[in-house]
């Protein structure tokens, strides 16, 4: 089968972006709190499958996941090709990266917070994309924006350094 890139997600449930509402936030550009999915009922899924057209036509597959520590072999590594960063360092316990810095040359890094957040000390000092959104509902144009701005920046991260995870565009 055609390669899977792997991105991961922060688990908390307090994180703005996991795989409660991740599905939602990239495909429908809509940003939904996680805690209020749970509240609702909702079920936190084990990992989900977004497929994403790039603007050049190349289809990339992709699977969101929280534990990556689940990879099954551990060959399956060179597919992770974007983290979202919660702003703690224990988020990568046990990855196998000797650092921060090394796992940020190797993947893309990128960190989201809602406007009424305050900046995370820790990933400003990090090579990360930043990215930051209104929750209010009046600014959903924030929240596609943002979300635009990410699969840009993950389709650049991919031709550069993972391009066997791209599918190029059929003529």
Known sequence: GRPVAVVVVPAAITAPVNLWNVAQLLQERQWVSPVELKQGGGVK????????????????????????????????????????VQGNTWQFKGWPYKSE????????????RTSDEPPNQLVKNWNVQ??????????QHDVAVTVASFW????KFLLVHKPHLLQKPQH
Not at 101 to 112: A, P
Not at 130 to 139: C, L, N, P
Not at 152 to 155: K, M, N, R, T
Request: proline share 8%; net charge positive; glycine share 4%.
């Open 45 to 84: 899924p084990t990992s989900i499958r977004i497929e994403h057209t790039f603007e050049d036509g190349s289809r990339c597959r992709f699977d969101f996941l929280d534990n990556p520590l689940k990879l099954k072999p551990p060959s399956d590594w060179p597919d992770l090709a974007c983290v979202l």
């Open 101 to 112: 810095v090394d796992l940020f040359t190797k993947v893309l890094g990128v960190h989201m």
């Open 130 to 139: 930043k990215y930051v959104f209104s929750k209010e509902k009046v600014r």
């Open 152 to 155: 840009q920046a993950v389709h």
